[in-house]
DNA sequence: ATACAAAGTTAGTCTATCCTAAATTATTTT
DNA sequence: AAAATAATTTAGGATAGACTAACTTTGTAT
């Protein structure tokens, strides 16, 4: 079948919706008018659009679903995202914080040709800098690690910080000076009322409990 | 003063303008139709746009100019594209004639974080693939030796190639493989009717006339 | 000087995407 | 189960940037 062309906003659409199929079961218009910064009703005529393109399904008044079609897209965008943010990282020397911003406009304008060259120069990694599996070049979502987010875990356990559940750049500059980022190996010494207390390279942090629910571990040892 | 936000079109009007300003003495609104594949009307209405944003000055029936503010920014979108050019060819191995078109969508998009990244990275560079100045950072236009046209040179000289004046891919590709292209030195045999023979790199070839006035040269003696 | 051609402009449409206000349907509370 | 609330949709409108058709201005050639 022939890729149609879209617009970014069209493309911006289909992405959301993949991304939050991904979190809860079914996809409202009034999430995506959210996460897209539209009114309800642009949902709505955007969604008929899509729906008239047989990119989305669309029941009115229940959810949205991305058609096959409409999943291949999102995952190319998705793809051309998450290389974007790790490219970005690695040769431009962007901050944690600074490269999902430019990553979202740059994701709808790159071309196949340079999508390949930044994946080669990366060597085809299957994992952006906050822990996001990158779709492979046929659109294969990779195998992520067992995660569990880090307020979840019991006293005194070594864990390996995974992916970081939030794309706020307050956030992720605090996470990244604290180094508590993906890759990083972090002992949790307490998980109490007040928060959890950790320790990563030496340095111990006091991690509250709604920042702790935003980093997700996989353990290395109980 | 305060840098207006623009869009991709207006953006392109602009970086056009100053284009055609630098080959003519006046910018007619068919000239602009062309380079920016609309029709003439549209032309007109956009420039009383970029007029009321006091970007661009504009006699009816007369031709257009620049502002200074006007100026810095097709400036700006130029640095972009010529910096994005040479980036593309360098690090993500892009070939001669493909450049062109990547950098012309990317070139609205990137942030001042990216491009100086990548003037960083590219240690600053004067010009770019096809030998066009890259403005500096505070978009100053470098100086370029002085060029002739290839087709103007008498026989028997040494020249090296300093710009190639067009875009055509295929011509592009075409002089990328017989390796006449900015940077390279070549000995000019015999310029008659025919066309112009040159030596590069021990290979020999007859460029006709019409593509001969693309290759500009720098004499590097007589 | 007039007439014609070329270039430029005006007027009126179209499409994409967004918006607000109002109506409808679904869900929750009592 | 009725009322209240929340979510969604419909209706109608705005704006940006393109278009065509028709008109105006400018410049040129006889």
Redesign the pocket.
């Known amino acids: 079948m022939k890729k149609p062309v879209?617009?970014?906003?069209?493309e911006?659409?289909l992405k959301e919706i993949f991304k939050l199929r991904e979190m809860n079961e079914t996809v409202?218009?009034?999430?995506?008018?959210r996460k897209?910064?539209?009114?309800?009703?642009?949902?709505?005529?955007?969604?008929?659009?899509l729906c008239a393109m047989n990119l989305v399904e669309?029941?009115?008044?229940?959810?949205v679903q991305l058609t096959e079609t409409g999943e291949k897209i999102a995952l190319e965008v998705l793809r051309h995202h998450r290389l974007l943010e790790l490219y970005l990282a690695r040769h431009l020397n962007y901050s944690w914080d600074e490269i999902h911003e430019e990553a979202e406009r740059l994701e709808h304008v790159i071309s196949e040709k340079f999508e390949a060259a930044i994946a080669d120069l990366l060597d085809h990694p299957t994992h952006d800098p906050h822990g996001d599996p990158i779709p492979t070049a046929d659109l294969e979502i990779p195998e992520s690690p067992d995660l569990l987010p880090l307020n979840s875990l019991k006293n005194c356990v070594n864990a390996g910080i995974g992916r970081i559940m939030t794309q706020d750049k307050d956030i992720l500059n605090l996470l990244s000076r604290l180094e508590l980022m993906p890759g990083q190996e972090i002992e949790l010494i307490k998980n109490d009322a007040t928060g959890i207390r950790v320790k990563v390279n030496g340095n111990q942090y006091l991690v509250p409990h709604t920042i702790a629910m935003l980093i997700w571990c996989g353990k290395t040892d109980i």
């Not at 879209?6 to 069209?10: A, H, K, N, V």
């Not at 910064?37 to 008929?48: A, C, E, L, W």
């Open positions: 879209l617009s970014e906003s069209q911006d659409y409202s218009m009034q999430d995506l008018a897209l910064d539209v009114r309800p009703p642009s949902v709505t005529g955007m969604i008929k659009k669309h029941e009115p008044y229940k959810g």
